[in-house]
């Protein structure tokens, strides 16, 4: 069982800041997240495109942001468990909570803060019959490493930029790439519909437009996979491949959180924005994205600032009989849990004080 002073569910920015005001406090934390990375939608969704809304950053880039949070955050050392969904929770008599993930792991806490943002990501499936079968086995919904398809046939299917930059990027990598759209327009940036254009002309992309994968074929693993033309069955294509990615994008879940007993509005857990951002359930918080109150936005810095005050209060609830007297960080300075310390000039702090 691992044990930790605040359980955080969703390792995006929301829930990594979290860790950095635990720590300031002296509070350890652990994250859960279902995806096998941190960064949450920064990282998944959108690493590469610049942010332009956050304090003292002119422009960062999503992935940069995380790479940042989890160096501000390395002094208090959290615990990560990565690529497992929480599925369950339990109250103990003592007060403190028990979340079980999707593979078995459990974890306990007295506090635990959701940051799960929108849900956790599913991805859109084509509806074929036997697609289960070949999960894995020839069949992958996501791109985490694209070594995988080096000198293999891989079959693309989808229409935004997803499908698009990842034939560009595997046209290099894969012996064969074949993109393959029900429509003969995509909805991607234009730049890479000019990309894709200009590899199918060079021979390194397969563009089949308008079509559809409507069969899956192979023994054990995948071996081809059925393409279809046009209404006509006869025009089918049968086309052999090692892999078949369907990109037709990431739908996110409240999932399983949705059934803990706390109050939901509109897909978001209701909290009490007055106070502590806690949920109608005492000692579970809900910061971040997955949250709703009433002049709720979802943006990274809102998120930091409920992250902040959600670990006074855990703090309060922790230690009820400890006063914490709040210092400013440039006063007090940073003394992570491994004995690193960040301190302020003596000036400064005389100054200040
Ligand atoms: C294209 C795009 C551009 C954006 N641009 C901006 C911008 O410029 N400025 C801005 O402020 N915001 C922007 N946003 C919004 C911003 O990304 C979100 O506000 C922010 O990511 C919310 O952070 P979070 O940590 O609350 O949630 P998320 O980033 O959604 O992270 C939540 C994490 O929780 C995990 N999770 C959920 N449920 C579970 C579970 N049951 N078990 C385990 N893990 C779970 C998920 O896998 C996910 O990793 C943008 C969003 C998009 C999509």
Redesign the pocket.
Known sequence: MIQTDILI?????????AVFEAGLLKLKCHL????PQ?????????PK??????PGFPEVL?GSLVDNLMEQIKPFQPGFTLG????TIEKLEDGTFVVT??KGTKHQAPIVA????????EPRKPQLENIAAYEDNGVAYMIKDPEVYRDKKVVIAGGGDSALDWSIFLSDVASEVTLVHRRNEFRGALDSVEKVQHLKDLGKIKLITPGEIVGLQGIDTLESVIIRKSTDAAENIMLETDYFIPLFGLS??????GDWGLEIEKNAIKVDNTLDYQTNIPGIYA????NTYPGKL??????FHEATLMCQSAYQRIFPDKKYVMKYTTVGGVTGFDGTKKEAPKAVVKAIN
Not at 32 to 35: M, N, P, V
Not at 287 to 290: E, K, L, R, T
Request: proline share 8%.
């Open positions: 569910i969703g390792a995006g920015p929301t829930g990594l800041f859960i997240d279902a995806l941190p960064g949450g939608q920064c990282t998944e969704l959108y495109k610049p942010i332009y809304d956050i999503a497992e969904r929480a599925e993930t999707s959701i940051a799960g943002g929108l849900g956790s990501f996110p879940k409240l999932g399983p959180i910061i971040g994205d997955v979802k943006l990274i810095l809102c998120g």
